[in-house]
Each structure stands twice: as structure tokens, then as C-alpha cells.
């Protein structure tokens, strides 16, 4: 048996009036990240780049928003279409704060919105979760943390300094990069993206 009443989905949420907003906000004419995600094929592109360069990733299971490690930490997601609010497949919504959870069933979590309203979330209505790992903050603000495909541009003129990937299709070795010495080369396969690419096989040119 359900512990939540799905109808509770549907009703208005009144935004905390304690949140603090800049001095030149205006609700009337905010048009929301969400808002511009959703219509706006180039800017989606964009902010979902820009998270993932930030440290985001999709969750690997959506069951595991309830987590005990879960509470306090930010999520966004994405709805599949089959909730009452019927909204489009893949819908983003910019979440918030996990603040609790269906302790019973494990069928939906509890979250505060960035404007202060708490919402309820069912999980069967979730398409994917995006979260952000806690360690990245730590991390040098110029250095990029992938999670997905990265690629590389096509290799410039051959040197004597070849730098190589493994490739996931044929299994053999692949000059990815010519360094213009041997110091350029070193100094490629210290990237975090080389390294990554070097250790889950997720690359490919351009």
C-alpha cells in the first residue's frame, strides 16, 4: 500500500519567504534553468555540459536517492512522462535537497526545492537522477571531471612522440596525440581527461 497519496502531486507549493534571492530578482519575469533546459535545445546542451564539467553524473540506479548518504545532498532529474503532472519525456527538473524519505515502501523521497518548497518525488515516475560528487570541490577549478565519453581531435603531424589509447573496438594501440617533444607528451598523459579515457575505454575523436 502506498504510503503517499499520488493527488499530493498535483496541489500548489507555497516557496519558503525566508529564501534569499538577489536584490534584482524578479518572480515575474525569472524564467528558471529548468524552464530554459526544457525549451531550449542549445542552452540544454550547454548546462548539462557545464554540469558534467563540474563534477555532476547520472545516478547508476534510481533506487539509490534513498540512500541514508542521500540526505542533504542536491539532485536534479528527469521525468519519464508517466506521472500525473503528464509532462513530456525526459522533462529536467533543477530538484533540490533530499530532506527525507518513504521509510517503509522505498517508493518516493521527500525534497526541498531551491525556492523552499518541499516536494514529494515517486520514484516510478523518475526517468534518470544526476548528482554531484561531494570530492570534486576539493578538486583544482581548472581541471574537468568526466563521467561519460570524452573525445579527442584527430592527431596533427606526426613527431617522435606518439601518445596511445587502447581502442574498445579492435583492442589495439592508437596514436591519439603527437607531442611536438618529449616533455608535450609527458605532460598529455598526466591530463585527467587522457587518464580517464586511458582507464574506462570512453573515447573517440571528433
Not at 13 to 34: E, G, L, M, W
Not at 125 to 148: G, S
Request: with cysteine; glycine share 6%; charged share 30%.
Amino acid at each position: 500500500m502506498n504510503k503517499i497519496n499520488p493527488e499530493l502531486q498535483l496541489y500548489a507549493r507555497i516557496p519558503d519567504p525566508s529564501v534569499r534571492h538577489q536584490a534584482t530578482f524578479n518572480p515575474k519575469k525569472y524564467n528558471s534553468i529548468q524552464n530554459r533546459v526544457n525549451s531550449d535545445q542549445d542552452f540544454e546542451k550547454e548546462y548539462i555540459q557545464e554540469l558534467i564539467d563540474s563534477g555532476w553524473y547520472q545516478m547508476e540506479s534510481n533506487k539509490n536517492i534513498l540512500s541514508d548518504e542521500m540526505r542533504g545532498r542536491y539532485f536534479k532529474y528527469r521525468l519519464n512522462g508517466n506521472g500525473l503532472s503528464n509532462v513530456p519525456l525526459g522533462t529536467f527538473r533543477s530538484g533540490g535537497i533530499v530532506v527525507g524519505k518513504d521509510e517503509e515502501n522505498g517508493e518516493y523521497i521527500n525534497y526541498k526545492a531551491h525556492n523552499g518548497c518541499i516536494f514529494p518525488l515517486q520514484l516510478k515516475d523518475i526517468l534518470e537522477i544526476y548528482i554531484k560528487d561531494p570530492a570534486i570541490k576539493n578538486a583544482p577549478k581548472k581541471e574537468k571531471v568526466y563521467r561519460k565519453t570524452v573525445y579527442f581531435n584527430e592527431v596533427g603531424k606526426i613527431t617522435n612522440y606518439p601518445v596511445y589509447l587502447k581502442s574498445k573496438m579492435t583492442d589495439n594501440e592508437i596514436v591519439v596525440y603527437y607531442g611536438k617533444d618529449a616533455y608535450a607528451a609527458r605532460k598529455f598523459t598526466e591530463t585527467i581527461k587522457y587518464n580517464y579515457a586511458k582507464e574506462t575505454g570512453k573515447w573517440e575523436f571528433l
